[in-house]
């Protein structure tokens, strides 16, 4: 973009800008590689793999999408917090707890953030966290199982938007409140928004699975809550969290919150405000929260309300909170990999502010503040900045580092990617990208070691990049070479969802852990049916238990009789195969839910409440084997009060199995 085309765009107004420069710019006159040599680049020849795993958050779709780089191939789609009809996750009823909330079943949300697990502030491929940005929620990602394993409510928020980043130790995962609500939310007037409003900052302890639960809360001004990153190295032990909206405006945010000329990043020393926690300074708050978690051996999920946490005032605590001025409605902030350079992403700010965290710890203790809000003292801003990215182009939100002293930061409204060196500031390379970056992604490019070799750009809008499919197109990603000097276009990919911010690791720290099939000698399913001797059908008052197994290419039992109108039965089918990739799939026709979908191993349950009676088959929906259309079964539903008995066949050899042993007889009958 030229410099004419910036200066009109910049005197053309920030609104008119956001709405519709985007498309508007197309960068034109940048070299391009020749398709040869970048099909070399990302070309993984068929029967070989990707060198990196990367976690795409979906945005609305509230799941994440797994691709290998650089192939850019969808590899899994995780559902986190959504219902899943591919999977049966949140309709099966093993997993209809995970959805549970202090306002009863959520099924959707929207995924910002994925962050991985780390152990001395380097991804280490255990798990994966990410955020519900609606109903404020963190859940934890096995990375053996690919499978949402835990989700915690965070109380006192509205929005969980600054989150789930992790602290270098892995101790913590963090979750800032988007909007300012009263704490405890309450019946007020909205115009006392500045009397009665506020924001909650929360620390959840996260590093042992099972066991995620809010460490404590901060009680922090009625502002916005955007993005935060824990420091690392001389930083360790401080997080810090970007603020906008320091007017307190509560409507027509647009106008009203970009009135100052800076907000604030607010800086944290959470291990000094721990140490007040741990001293009695916390007051016990209500709050009314979930945690839900998967048992890894019975593979159901419960879902266990909490009603206080602790909550803390800075006031409580001095010298523990700082409030840093940050140009203007700072979006991101990012620490680079040594923990010494604080970047704030001032969305509407024509510079990138970087402040220093040695000058940040002279301030404190010189104390260079200017005045205090809510007892939280303001830190003069040359006090701390370190320097400014001049004209880095329009709209800096993100920034990663490649561990080689540079910086990348997205430009949304000029839609590129801007290359700048640490210290120096100058801007040393641009690269456009189409259309309307949001995040950018170097695999570890927010921990202490990038794997710099590739930047992923996520851009917001699409356009005329991909064959229209009507008026709505796949996000587009873009997979850019970064170990040159100068940036190099490698790859256009469709995403699933929306995606915000994305992680990525070497695939080799994760892909010899992953497990290929669930021990069916370690159930602990309530209901699993460990062979087909133990399968089969009964009664307790009007819900019928179906105890069904499914191997290649039969379920037994397949012919049940007996089930009557005004029944409620539950099936609970168990993959019985013990090897990687065998999955079954269940349904029955008319059901009003998704089929299940069952891994070796597993047990999964299907409800089913028939309405008409009648002959209602059922079939396994996953092709497992040459017979897979031969993998189906009918139900006999009869009206109520019918003398039909209750009876379900199991096979022959079952049948003699089970009178040997004299356990389960071969058809339970039930006579009415
Ligand atoms: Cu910039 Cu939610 Cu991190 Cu979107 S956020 S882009
Ligand atoms: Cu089992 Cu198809």
Request: glycine share 10%; hydrophobic share 35%.
């Amino acid at each position: 973009m030229n410099t004419n085309v910036r200066t009109a765009v910049l005197t053309a107004g920030i609104a008119a800008i956001v709405a519709g420069f985007a498309y508007a710019c197309r960068p034109t006159g940048r070299q391009v590689l020749t398709a040869g040599d970048v099909a070399g680049k990302v070309y993984v020849p068929p029967g070989q793999y990707d060198e990196y795993y990367a976690f795409l958050s979906g945005g609305f779709n509230g799941q994440i999408g797994v691709y290998g780089l650089p192939s850019g191939r969808l590899l899994k789609i995780v559902p986190v917090f959504s219902q899943n009809p591919e999977t049966g996750y949140g309709y099966n009823e093993e997993s209809k707890p995970m959805f549970e909330t202090s306002h009863g079943f959520v099924p959707w949300d929207d995924t910002h953030h994925p962050e991985l697990s780390q152990t001395n502030g380097v991804p280490d491929g255990r798990w994966l966290f990410i955020n519900g940005n609606n109903t404020p929620r963190i859940a934890r990602i096995d990375l053996t199982t690919f499978e949402t394993s835990e989700i915690l409510e965070i109380p006192n928020a509205a929005g969980g938007h600054a989150s789930p980043f992790t602290t270098p130790d892995g101790r913590y995962v963090v979750s800032a409140t988007r909007f300012s609500v009263p704490v405890p939310n309450a019946d007020v007037p909205i115009e006392t928004y500045q009397k009665n409003f506020r924001g909650t900052l929360s620390f959840i302890k996260a590093d042992e699975p099972g066991k995620m639960d809010i460490a404590f809360q901060v009680l922090m001004p009625g502002y916005n809550y955007d993005l935060g990153h824990a420091g690392k190295g001389p930083s360790d032990g401080w997080f810090f969290f970007t603020t906008y909206n320091s007017e307190q405006a509560y409507t027509k945010l647009e106008l009203n919150a970009s009135k100052n000329d800076k907000d604030f990043i607010a800086a944290i020393n959470y291990r000094a405000m721990e140490q007040c926690v741990n001293a009695g300074k916390a007051q016990q708050a209500t709050a009314d929260y979930r945690h839900n978690y998967v048992d890894p051996h019975s593979r159901v999920a419960t879902s266990t309300r909490s009603t206080s946490v602790k909550m803390i005032d800075p006031r409580d605590c001095p010298g523990a909170l700082f409030l840093l001025p940050t140009p203007k409605s700072p979006h991101g902030v990012d620490v680079d990999p040594t923990g010494e350079y604080i970047v704030g992403g001032g969305k509407l700010a024509t510079v990138i502010p970087v402040h220093s965290f040695t000058k940040l710890a002279r301030a404190i203790e010189q104390k260079a503040f200017d005045g205090e809000i809510d007892g939280i003292p303001i830190l003069k801003y040359d006090a701390t900045i370190a320097g400014e990215v001049q004209n880095p182009g329009l709209g800096p939100l993100h920034t990663e580092f490649d561990g080689r002293g540079f910086a990348y930061t997205s430009m949304f409204i000029s839609s590129e990617i801007v290359k700048w060196k640490l210290g120096t500031w100058e801007v040393v390379d641009r690269m456009p990208v189409y259309y309307s970056i949001g995040h950018l992604m170097i695999p570890g490019g927010d921990s202490k070691q990038p794997w710099g070799k590739y930047v992923l750009a996520m851009n917001k809008i699409t356009k005329d990049r991909y064959l229209p499919t009507g008026p709505e197109l796949a996000q587009s990603a873009q997979l850019i070479d970064i170990t040159g000097e100068k940036m190099k276009m490698l790859l256009d990919f469709p995403t699933t969802g929306e995606p915000h911010y994305a992680q990525a690791l070497p695939a080799t720290l994760i892909k010899d852990k992953s497990i290929k099939f669930h021990r069916l000698s370690e159930s602990t399913h309530p209901h699993v049916s460990k062979a087909e001797t133990e399968a089969g059908i009964s009664r307790t008052g009007k819900t019928v238990h179906v105890k069904m197994v499914a191997i290649r290419s039969h379920f037994t039992p397949d012919n049940i009789e007996g089930v009557q109108i005004g029944d409620t039965v539950l099936f609970h089918v168990t993959n019985v195969e013990q090897d990687w990739d065998i999955l079954h799939g269940f349904a029955v026709l008319g059901a009003n839910n998704a089929e299940l979908i069952i891994g070796p191993g597993e047990t999964r349950t299907l409800k089913w409440v028939p309405r008409n009676p009648g002959v209602y088959p059922f079939y396994c929906t996953d092709f497992c084997s040459a017979l897979h259309q031969e993998m189906q079964g009918y139900v006999r539903v009869s009206p109520a009060g019918s003398r039909v008995p209750l009876v379900a066949n199991v096979s022959p050899r079952a049948a003699t199995q089970a009178a040997r042993a004299q356990a389960l007889p071969s058809a339970k009958r039930v006579e009415r």
